[in-house]
């Protein structure tokens, strides 16, 4: 059963920086990426990093991409699939709950990537694991 906890999420002021974590119990089936989602309640989904699991090539929505860094530990002894998400610096409109969530097969791996940065009900609907989320708060 995989299942992803993610950690690191805070109260933190502008300007400021946070490393969020995501660690996988198992890999995920194929392992083929894992991306970083934000949503408010009442709010659609957001896609904002995506990474292949395979080679490490990286997607970020657009706007985001000069302070958002999305990285995996591959090194030897590292824990399955634990991937990061970097957010320097901090703003508050980056007050959100952040996700981390791998899908089953990588057609969805390459659908998302181009989506990212788009508020859609439909935005990682594709993706089957998905952690409880890391809470973060930006204050002005």
């Known amino acids: 059963q995989v299942q992803l906890l993610e950690s690191g999420g805070g109260s933190v002021q502008t300007v400021g920086s946070l490393r969020l974590n995501c660690v996988a119990s198992?890999?995920?089936?194929?392992?083929?990426?894992m991306a970083w989602f934000r949503q408010v309640p009442g709010k659609e989904r957001e896609g904002v990093a995506l990474i292949h699991s395979v080679g490490g090539v990286r997607y970020y929505a657009d706007y985001l991409k000069d302070r958002f860094t999305i990285s995996q530990d591959n090194s030897k002894g590292a824990v399955n699939n634990t991937v990061y998400l970097e957010i320097d610096p901090l703003k508050p409109e980056d007050s959100d709950m952040y996700y981390c969530?791998?899908?089953?097969?990588?057609?969805?791996?390459?659908?998302?990537?181009?989506?990212?940065?788009?508020?859609?009900?439909?935005?990682?609907?594709?993706?089957?694991?998905w952690g409880q989320g890391t809470q973060v708060t930006v204050d002005s």
């Open positions: 969530a791998a899908p089953t097969n990588a057609p969805d791996c390459l659908a998302t990537a181009k989506v990212l940065g788009v508020t859609d009900r439909k935005i990682g609907l594709g993706f089957r694991y």
């Open positions: 198992v890999p995920p089936d194929g392992s083929y990426c």
